[in-house]
């Protein structure tokens, strides 16, 4: 039962984010300055796009009429007779999906028939003898089946002969210029009806008072239905007189961007063109447009054909858009998904205060270096805003010398000879917390009863300044002392070197000496106060237990002190001198000290 009670009272939980409040005005600017950017940016796509609707795409159907009669121009391939007229029936063709076709040049064979003949002179089709004609062979750019014969086509060609209908198609350009040339004043008619199911609404580009005799103009008459082709592709930047010569592949785009919504109604199409087609002739194969279709008849019961290859101008109508209208839940969705971009501000501006608060610009600051006068203040906001924290790890050690304003961090592995030696990573030192120090009484410092250099000497951030203080009597300092009050370490040689450590880095007077140490470190009455803030309801351990208690207590109280916090005071390595100091305060009985003990 008190599982699930625990399991419940998990379940209605609340978590929020803590927020650091920077009163700046330089900071207050960029933010509001960039919000105005995000804002404007969303209320700019919210209406320009119609963000606020659900789209459906368009479902539309074509159908095109064209209308024109041309004359064929002189020059014309073929038996054609210059001067023929031709009508729609003549030189338009129905193709399947949204297309339709204009003839604009012709070449004609006429009165071909099934029987043998001489293939048409070409690279592929000439011969000196029969050897380089094989019977039955099937050549895919030839005009029959090859009987095998080498036969002449006129006095100065042979060809291999085949079976097909005869006479073969000659191999001609087309004509220069195009023989319906005229076909650039026809005219086609679009209807498109669209739709869109989802919201239950059809129309079509053919508006009620339409006027039949209109034609399409880009600015003077942009919803008329009724194309010239010429003007098709001069809009699409194309020559109409270059194009019908060998044919093209023309595109009518027909875009609409319907907006259903009752106060703003709008559904009409717009209209654009491109050519489709590769037009450079140097790097088509192909060059144009063309096919060949025939024409048959009987003549004395012998069936004739007529076969024309034909040049001309296809048009595709591409019909596509979208349909919208409001939908609430596409405009919470998109507010939703764009609240994420007022975030950015709050990321450039933490960028700006940890580029400006790196590790080089806090020593420069701590050095008091004039060049860096500016990032005391990102300092500042760094140290409010992020916390330092390193992964735990048994071989990470911290180190406070009384000479250096901040922290080293020594990893284990890399540690040479002594602790006191190791250069370490500067760390930040974190902001202590006096409130509950301050409340307890100071016996053994009365600093208003002090003379004057004594009061210099407690101010704690200044360093102690002088000459180290004279060797113990027990026997001389280590080499790696400065301070002239440490001893050497009696443990074995794999954790010797972690109490290899003094309390400065250069030589100078021993931070034992400083009547602060004294009262912070060293003061009975207030160890046994935080003890008993502690515990207040423990009961009196007895004599030796509560010597070793105290002695633990001003471990910590001297980590507190100088490492400013329990994250890095479980990892610190305190001094030798320091030790020995709080040792002969509190001993032990027996003299038999375990050293330092990681928490991991």
């Given at each position: ?12 939980q609340y ?64 038996s ?40 048409y ?57 195009a ?69 093209g592949?023309m ?10 919504d ?13 050519r ?16 060949r279709?025939a ?31 409001f ?25 700006l205060?940890k ?104 101010e ?91 002695r ?8 507190a002190?100088r ?12 001094p ?25």
């Amino acid at each position: 039962m008190p599982a699930c009670s625990s399991c419940w009272n998990e379940v209605f939980q609340y978590e929020t984010n803590k927020v650091t409040q920077i009163q700046s005005t330089n900071y207050g600017t960029i933010k509001w300055f960039l919000h105005m950017i995000v804002l404007f940016y969303i209320s700019f796509a919210l209406l320009s796009d119609k963000l606020y609707q659900r789209k459906e795409p368009v479902i539309s159907s074509v159908n095109a009429k064209v209308k024109g009669i041309a004359e064929v121009a002189g020059g014309a391939g073929g038996s054609a007779a210059a001067g023929s007229i031709f009508d729609t029936a003549d030189y338009t063709f129905g193709l399947q999906g949204n297309s339709f076709f204009v003839m604009t040049n012709f070449l004609k064979t006429e009165g071909q028939q099934q029987k043998l003949c001489p293939e048409y002179p070409t690279r592929r089709t000439v011969c000196s003898s029969d050897r380089g004609c094989k019977k039955g062979w099937t050549d895919p750019l030839g005009k029959g089946i090859q009987t095998g014969k080498c036969i002449s086509f006129n006095a100065t060609h042979k060809t291999c002969e085949v079976r097909g209908w005869c006479p073969a198609e000659a191999v001609e350009e087309a004509p220069r210029p195009a023989l319906l040339r005229s076909a650039e004043n026809f005219t086609v008619l679009i209807k498109n009806n669209i739709g869109f199911p989802g919201y239950n609404y059809t129309t079509r580009n053919i508006l009620p008072d339409l006027n039949v005799s209109c034609t399409f103009h880009k600015t003077q008459n942009p919803q008329c239905p009724i194309f010239r082709l010429g003007d098709i592709l001069r809009e699409a930047g194309e020559n109409f007189s270059e194009v019908a010569i060998q044919g093209g592949i023309m595109g009518i785009e027909i875009y609409w961007d319907c907006n259903l919504d009752q106060w703003s109604h709008h559904c009409r199409p717009k209209y654009s063109f491109r050519r489709l087609d590769d037009k450079t002739t140097t790097e088509s194969l192909i060059p144009g447009y063309n096919f060949r279709f025939a024409k048959y008849y009987r003549e004395n019961n012998v069936e004739y054909r007529t076969l024309i290859k034909v040049f001309g101008i296809r048009f595709d109508i591409l019909v596509f858009g979208t349909g919208g209208k409001f939908d609430i839940i596409q405009l919470v969705v998109y507010i939703g998904s764009t609240l994420s971009y007022f975030g950015l501000a709050t990321v450039f501006i933490d960028f700006l205060i940890k580029t400006y608060s790196n590790s080089l610009c806090q020593t420069c600051v701590y050095s008091s270096c004039k060049c860096c006068k500016p990032c005391m203040v990102n300092e500042y906001y760094y140290r409010k805003k992020f916390e330092f924290i390193v992964e735990p790890s048994p071989t990470l050690k911290y180190v406070s010398f009384v000479d250096e304003p901040y922290i080293r961090m020594v990893d284990q592995k890399l540690l040479g000879k002594s602790l006191q030696d190791a250069k370490g990573r500067p760390v930040p030192r974190p902001e202590s917390d006096f409130t509950a120090l301050s409340a307890l009484p100071l016996p053994d410092l009365d600093v208003d009863s002090q003379p004057e250099p004594a009061k210099a000497e407690a101010e704690e951030l200044q360093p102690l300044r002088g000459a180290p203080a004279p060797e113990p009597a027990d026997g001389p300092s280590p080499g790696w002392c400065r301070c002239g009050r440490c001893r050497p370490s009696a443990l074995p040689e794999p954790r010797r070197p972690l109490e290899e450590l003094c309390c400065r880095r250069a030589p100078g007077p021993c931070i034992t000496s400083s009547p602060l140490f004294a009262a912070l470190v060293l003061c009975p009455r207030r160890l046994q106060m935080l003890l008993l803030l502690r515990e207040p309801l423990g009961a009196a351990p007895p004599a030796a237990a509560a010597s070793r208690r105290l002695r633990h207590c001003a471990y910590r109280c001297y980590a507190a002190w100088r490492f400013g916090g329990a994250d890095l005071a479980d990892f610190a390595i305190l001094p030798s001198c320091c030790r020995w100091r709080i040792r002969r305060e509190f001993p032990r009985a027996d003299g038999r000290y375990r050293g330092f003990q990681s928490p991991c």
